[in-house]
Structure formats: structure tokens, C-alpha cells
């Protein structure tokens, strides 16, 4: 980005404006990321899937996650300490939750589940299929500890950025789900 930059100060800048173009998606677009997500998740029979609750403008995957729970396990993200990968917990329509890290809802009940296909938040993406996150890491270190888990990121197409500063321990995304449709930067869709 910006000559002589850090990764960390450019990634900052990106976050903002990533945000603020999250912020401005109408209604109908959100939904039909909603759309996009489950119709490339809906085959899925006996999986443990993680998907998560989310937060602020956030792409919303609850309605898949719902429709996905008749046939699958599903579980969420919970945050147990600064540093650690993410454990993921038993998530199911209608259950019990409270408010965890980062304001983020998670289930009061259920069991810890080690999914195999993980629903990735994003706050940008770009079309190598790098990832912007919040900035703590929690999805890197939890994605290098889950290397056969089939990834997708779940995003607005307002998110994408031409190129994303990269560092050793980020981790790309073989798929990522928009409102525009399914990105396979290291496949196909």
C-alpha cells in the first residue's frame, strides 16, 4: 500500500475501509450472500460445519446454518483465550446463548465439536483468495490446526480489495461466498 507501510499499518487502513463499504450493502444484497451460501453448502449430509454468529454488518450465515442443521452438526466459534486457536461449540435454532469476547454471541449449552467444514468470516478478501480479518489472529492459528477441513470465507462483494498485504501465518481461502457468487481463487466453484 503506502511506500515504507508496515503490513500491520496497511492491514489497519484496509480494515476501515473494508468496514465501511460492509456498512453501506443494502438489505437485498445481504440476503442473497445468505442465498449464495447455503445453495453451495446444501448437499452437505453428516457434516460438522462451524459457521458463526454475527456481528455488526457481518454477511449473516443463520438462515443456511439453520436449514443446514436438519442434516448436519453445527457449531460456532467461541473465543476461550488471547492467543489460543478458536474451540467451536454445539449450535442449534433456538439455543441458549450469551454474550462472549468480543461481543460476540455464543451457546451457554451443548458439546465442543471439531468441525469439518469451517464458515469463515471476513472483513476482506481479495481475489488470491487472502483474507482480512479483525486483526487477532484466532482464525489463522485455528485453520492451520484444521488442515483438512474443507474452508469457505462468507463475505459481501463489497469487501473484495484489489491485493491484501500478506504475512507467513495468514492463511488463504480455497472458496469464498458473496452476493456476487462463488469465488474458487485455487479451484473451481
Known amino acids: ?107 451457554t449449552e451443548g458439546g465442543w465439536r471439531v468441525p469439518d467444514v469451517v464458515i469463515v468470516p471476513l472483513v476482506g478478501f481479495d481475489a488470491t483468495g487472502a483474507r482480512l480479518g479483525y486483526g487477532g489472529g484466532f482464525y489463522d492459528r485455528t485453520l492451520a490446526g484444521l488442515r483438512d477441513a474443507l474452508v469457505v470465507g462468507f463475505a459481501l462483494e463489497a469487501q473484495r480489495v484489489e491485493a491484501l498485504p500478506q504475512e507467513p501465518t495468514d492463511v488463504r481461502l480455497p472458496y469464498i461466498v458473496t452476493d456476487a457468487g462463488v469465488h474458487a481463487p485455487g479451484g473451481t466453484a
Open 1 to 107: 500500500m503506502g511506500k515504507g507501510s508496515s503490513p500491520t499499518a496497511d492491514k489497519a487502513q484496509l480494515r476501515r475501509r473494508c468496514l465501511a463499504a460492509r456498512d453501506a450493502v443494502p438489505a437485498g444484497r445481504r440476503a442473497m450472500a445468505g442465498t449464495r451460501l447455503y445453495a453451495r453448502l446444501m448437499g452437505l449430509r453428516g457434516r460438522t460445519i462451524a459457521g458463526f454468529l454475527p456481528i455488526g454488518s457481518e454477511a449473516d450465515p443463520t438462515h443456511a446454518m439453520r436449514v443446514l442443521a436438519k442434516d448436519n452438526r453445527v457449531c460456532v466459534p467461541v473465543v476461550t483465550a488471547r492467543g489460543a486457536p478458536l474451540r467451536f461449540r454445539e449450535w442449534w435454532p433456538g439455543c441458549p446463548l450469551e454474550t462472549g469476547a468480543f461481543g460476540v454471541s455464543v451457546p
